[in-house]
């Protein structure tokens, strides 16, 4: 054997060991909270699920996992040599393999400030501006067949000054909208199976949400297609089976019901209900006051009590959820 096949046989083992060392420190990595690859990833972690909206982690993996939902994520790298740059355009971020991953890795950039963006659920019809930083959500509508959870979430990293290129981003999100929850008691001297038709009067159900990359948000209200005012109008369900020990959805009977903040428009609410054996009652819920608003974030939870004639309630107001939700 001369000696360069003996150098080459060597040299063939060196890379081989080499490559396995390699896919070893790749495969190691993956399993941990950072990367040393260089590209950009995000995070969030594991809680318990719901179904009606967004309220744990789990509920946005599941949500988001494949074939599902995503968060539209923009982004931007300000460099020194070539400005504010877009490297993230409405890319959709969804949960695979245990991990929030996405197509066609990007990179962090040395000593440059990133800047990011995310909205749930994923959407084609926005409008984002990278060099005011500003991103908005077009003809967002709420009914029986749109009653969707709408978050937001902005964040940066500044490798000028944080040098880290191996851990995930956090994106904080946020509620846009409101959670109702209602229960109901029985108090009249009959039994109750079933709730004939159930509807919200008043209920704005259109219109534009956008948010800065400083974290403030706004929610407006358009005229409609013929200009005679704003979007409003019913969220209705009929012959709801009734377990009064137990809270129930507007919609699917599951969880709870998400709805625009009423304070960007405020007025009378009125719960209409045509209860089993001939009650038939409107509750106005007060959103024009000052204390009923409907914010953006919150979860307001209605106990209904039923009485022969008449149907009376206590609101209690919480956060939507205890933590922030860590993408």
């Not at 509920?59 to 020194?80: F, K, N, W, Y």
């Not at 946020?174 to 959670?179: D, N, R």
């Not at 020990?245 to 405020?266: A, C, I, R, W």
Request: hydrophobic share 40%; net charge negative.
């Amino acid at each position: 054997m001369s000696i360069y096949l003996k150098m080459r046989v060597k040299r063939d083992i060196v890379f081989k060991v080499l490559a396995t060392l390699l896919v070893a420190t790749i495969c190691g990595a993956c399993n941990q909270t950072t990367y040393n690859d260089g590209a950009i990833r995000f995070r969030t972690a594991p809680d318990d699920i719901t179904r009606a909206g967004i309220e744990s982690n789990t509920d946005l993996q599941t949500a988001c996992s494949s074939g599902g939902e995503a968060v539209g994520v923009v982004g931007t790298v300000t460099t020194p040599q070539s400005g504010n740059v877009e490297i993230f355009s409405n890319e959709r971020i969804y949960f695979s393999g245990g991990r929030w991953t996405y197509d066609n890795p990007r990179y962090w950039v040395w000593e440059s400030l990133h800047e990011f963006m995310a909205i749930y659920p994923y959407s084609k019809n926005y409008t984002y501006d990278s060099a005011a930083g500003t991103l908005v959500w077009n003809d967002i509508v709420l009914g029986t067949e749109n009653n969707m959870d709408v978050m937001w979430a902005v964040a940066s990293r500044d490798l000028v000054e944080n040098n880290d290129s191996t851990s995930p981003v956090t994106l904080n999100l946020h509620h846009a909208f409101a959670l109702l929850e209602f229960r109901f008691v029985n108090a009249s001297s009959s039994a109750v199976s079933r709730i004939d038709n159930i509807s919200l009067e008043g209920v704005l159900y259109k219109g534009d949400f956008g948010f800065t990359k400083e974290g403030t948000s706004t929610l407006t209200v358009d005229a409609d297609v013929a200009g005679a005012g704003v979007y409003e109008g019913e969220l209705t369900a009929t012959n709801i089976p009734v377990d009064l020990s137990t809270s129930h959805n507007l919609f699917d009977n599951v969880g709870t019901l998400v709805v625009m903040p009423q304070e960007v428009y405020k007025k009378n609410i009125l719960l209409n209900m045509q209860i089993g054996g001939g009650v038939v009652s409107g509750v106005n819920l007060g959103t024009n006051s000052t204390s009923y608003n409907w914010e953006a974030g919150k979860k307001y939870v209605y106990t209904m009590t039923l009485t022969t004639d008449r149907i009376t309630f206590d609101v209690h107001v919480r956060e939507w959820i205890d933590d922030e939700i860590e993408l």
